[in-house]
């Protein structure tokens, strides 16, 4: 499914990594997805779930239930690891899902940009030259982590691009959003983190008892606008 063939490797006993490259790229990261959707829908014993990442997929698994399921394999990543080659061979980038577009609303006010004026200085524009370009953009979510339901989405444009904090906070509001160099994203919850933060949603990211716990998917498309 890309032109480069993908590494595979374990991380730890019970799961199976395939990168598809290291950097950011929405080819790339259509891949992740695609392997990941791939093995949601075509479950083999022993299987857990699969986590897709920027430019990489995650299986984990029940080692000792693989390798009961596949005895002909010397090892449980052995038989995962035919798996997903196996899938690599009949899949492609377009098999992702459809793809959503959702409209999340933004407060700017004081309270809620904790670093819109650094972001601001650090690029020698305005507080609403900050906001301006930030909303004219669409943001591709390329992976939830950090946090249940954090999203990590791009890409920011390069006038507003700017690097995480010198010092983190020890506490950043459930639904901040922030800016970590060419990233935006999402907090689901109240935690410590050091992202640039410049506005807030009332959106819930992450509600545990809901059918689909977290709000956003990998490989949703997000436009920010300005809450009333």
Same mark, same amino acid.
């Given at each position: 499914?890309?032109?480069?063939?993908?590494?595979?490797?374990?991380? @730890?006993?019970?799961?199976?990594?395939?990168?598809?490259?290291?950097?950011?790229?929405?080819?790339?990261?259509?891949?992740?997805?695609?392997?990941?959707?791939?093995?949601?829908?075509?479950?083999?014993?022993?299987?857990?779930?699969?986590?897709?990442?920027?430019?990489?997929?995650?299986?984990?698994?029940?080692?000792?239930?693989?390798?009961?399921?596949?005895?002909?394999?010397?090892?449980?990543?052995?038989?995962?690891?035919?798996?997903?080659?196996?899938?690599?061979?009949?899949?492609?980038?377009?098999?992702?899902?459809?793809?959503?577009?959702?409209?999340?609303?933004?407060?700017?006010?004081?309270?809620?940009?904790?670093?819109?004026?650094?972001?601001?200085?650090?690029?020698?524009?305005?507080?609403?030259?900050?906001?301006?370009?930030?909303?004219?953009?669409?943001?591709?979510?390329?992976?939830?982590?950090?946090?249940?339901?954090?999203?990590?989405?791009?890409?920011?444009?390069?006038?507003?691009?700017?690097?995480?904090?010198?010092?983190?906070?020890?506490?950043?509001?459930? @639904?901040?959003?922030?800016?970590?160099?060419?990233?935006?994203?999402?907090?689901?919850?109240?935690?410590?983190?050091?992202?640039?933060?410049?506005?807030?949603?009332?959106?819930?990211?992450?509600?545990?008892?809901?059918?689909?716990?977290?709000?956003?998917?990998?490989?949703?498309?997000?436009?920010?606008?300005?809450?009333?």
């Amino acid at each position: 499914m890309a032109e480069k063939s993908p590494r595979i490797f374990p991380l @730890g006993d019970s799961a199976l990594t395939v990168e598809f490259g290291n950097v950011i790229s929405e080819e790339l990261n259509k891949n992740a997805i695609a392997l990941a959707a791939h093995f949601d829908k075509n479950n083999f014993p022993g299987f857990i779930e699969s986590v897709p990442a920027y430019a990489s997929t995650t299986l984990f698994y029940d080692p000792f239930v693989v390798r009961k399921s596949f005895p002909k394999f010397f090892t449980a990543f052995d038989a995962v690891k035919h798996l997903a080659e196996a899938a690599l061979e009949n899949i492609t980038a377009d098999d992702t899902g459809t793809m959503r577009l959702v409209e999340i609303p933004i407060y700017f006010d004081s309270e809620s940009s904790l670093d819109l004026e650094f972001v601001a200085a650090s690029n020698n524009i305005s507080s609403d030259e900050v906001i301006e370009i930030f909303l004219a953009k669409t943001y591709r979510v390329y992976m939830l982590g950090f946090l249940p339901g954090f999203s990590y989405m791009g890409e920011v444009d390069e006038r507003i691009t700017t690097p995480r904090r010198d010092t983190p906070r020890t506490v950043v509001p459930k @639904g901040s959003v922030g800016i970590a160099g060419s990233q935006t994203g999402i907090y689901s919850l109240e935690s410590p983190g050091g992202w640039q933060i410049i506005g807030r949603t009332d959106v819930e990211m992450f509600s545990p008892n809901a059918k689909e716990p977290c709000y956003l998917r990998p490989g949703d498309e997000v436009r920010f606008v300005t809450a009333k």
